[in-house]
């Protein structure tokens, strides 16, 4: 890990470290802030003292980072287009990252201190968009390539139904709990068992669902929400150290190879389907000989590329072999290649058959581009199962108590949080990132509506103003604080 600092100048090396302890600031805070609505339940309900539901709940956490893999951490990282991927220099990547930390931390700080379950996922989000269309309006740009709108839209809409999916879907798995245990305790709050029964717990069985949802939850957040760290620090060190970091240094034989046959296979596709996609690929024009994307990607360029990056590759077992230059023009064209596979799988004019073909040859092209080092998700998985531990009370009450007009009762608990577990789990099999907040936040208001307890008016409002102002506060946020960087220090 120390010689990622080798033959950096001081100036950028104290940069990277200030980066990199902001991006883990922000792990640690995301624990404390959307964690405590995982353990919001299992404490309310006395299920678990709260020490042990954050140590628990801590380790969840790491645990799901640690397994979570990368595809939600390059789904972030992909928010921004493609050209600016390929044009990042270490200034314009501190620049850009500070800008994008600094606007996710103070609004999710801000939230935090009125107890307000808001969103670190909208807040981050909200941040990298601003940060690619004030880049675009700075560059000359038009506003339409200034962050990737396809992968924008795929998150928008997961962000979107994910809170709906929770509300419905918990609110209905708690009319199923009425429903097939009518006369069970489980519909009692703590406050109402402890005047019954004077028991301070819930029944054995509630318990036990209580802390295994609690803990799933938790564990489904840290291989959520951790990615978006991870995919932070590989923005960070592609950027500021990319001659050790623009293609995976630990890549085996094999996988090299993989990527070396992707290409060719890449090209055997095209060729198959030039009916359809010559003309949009340039397939029977002379060949074009600028092969350097450093400014954009170019479709009508892609069969040279593909060339380009078999010569590159040819004999090559490990990525030491080839010297820096190579391998950030390797990554440049891996990056371009992809880029306009996913644009062609755009078009509409590929078979079911197609597509599928041409998914298995992007997630071969990218299996070289597309990682984390273990020491970054180590690092991620330890700042956000630490910042679990502190600062969870503030939100457990809102959660617990100032949602609905009545107290949270077991059953409510368990729906909102298989709930969670349920739809976070689904969002993590298509690399898509939520938001815990939103989806148990709303959960919890699902079982509510249910339950007929009502809702507390003046909570539910300041949640969806919350939510309603993460998006453009943070966006707002980072790209003033962007474009007076870019200004100030002429990056």
Known sequence: ????????????????????????VFEF???????????????????????????????????????????????IVHLLPVELLLNLDSGRSL????????????????TWYFGI??????????????????????TGLPVGVGVNWGKALDIGLSLIISPLAGFIVAALLLLGFRKLFADSKMHKTPEQ???????KHPPFWNRLVLVLSAMSVSFVHGSNDGQKGIGLIMLVLIGIVPAQFVLNPDSTPYQVQ????????????????????????????????????????????????????????EGVRTYDQLPPETRGRVRRSLLCLDDTARKVAGLGVLSAGEQADLRRLRADLTVTTEYA???????????????????????????????????????????????????????????????????????????????RSGLHQRTVRNILLAWVLTFPASMLLSAGLFSLAVWGLGV
């Open 1 to 24: 890990m120390l010689d990622l600092f080798s033959g950096l100048p001081l100036s950028v090396g104290l940069s990277l470290v200030l980066a990199l302890t902001l991006v883990l």
């Open 29 to 75: 805070i995301n624990g404390f802030h959307d964690t405590a609505n995982a353990v919001a339940t299992v404490i309310y309900t006395k299920a678990m003292p709260p020490h042990l539901a954050v140590l628990f709940s801590g380790i969840c956490n790491f645990l799901g980072v640690l397994l979570g893999g990368v595809g939600v951490a390059y789904a």
């Open 95 to 110: 620049v850009m990252v500070f800008s994008m930390l600094i606007a996710a931390i103070a609004w999710n700080l801000g």
């Open 117 to 138: 379950p808001a969103s670190s996922s909208h807040a981050l989000i909200g941040a990298i968009l601003g940060v690619g269309l004030a880049n675009a309006l700075l």
């Open 193 to 199: 068992r402890r005047a019954i029964s004077n028991k």
């Open 258 to 313: 993989r990527t070396y046959d992707a290409a060719a296979h890449l090209n055997d596709f095209y060729q198959r389907n030039a009916d359809t996609l010559g003309d949009y690929l340039a397939l029977g024009q002379q060949p074009r000989t600028d092969l350097s994307p450093t400014v954009h990607c170019d479709p009508r360029n892609t069969l040279p590329t593909i060339r380009m990056v078999r010569r590159s590759l």
């Open 373 to 451: 080092p273990l020491w970054v998700i180590v690092a991620v998985a330890l700042a956000l199962g630490v910042g679990t531990m502190v600062g969870w009370r503030r939100v457990v009450l809102t959660v617990g108590e100032k949602i609905g007009k009545q107290g949270m009762t077991y059953a409510q608990g368990m729906a909102a949080q298989i709930t969670a577990v349920g739809a976070i789990g689904v969002a993590n099999l298509f690399s898509l990132p939520v938001s815990t907040t939103q989806v148990l936040s709303s959960g919890v208001a699902g079982t509510m509506v249910a339950n």
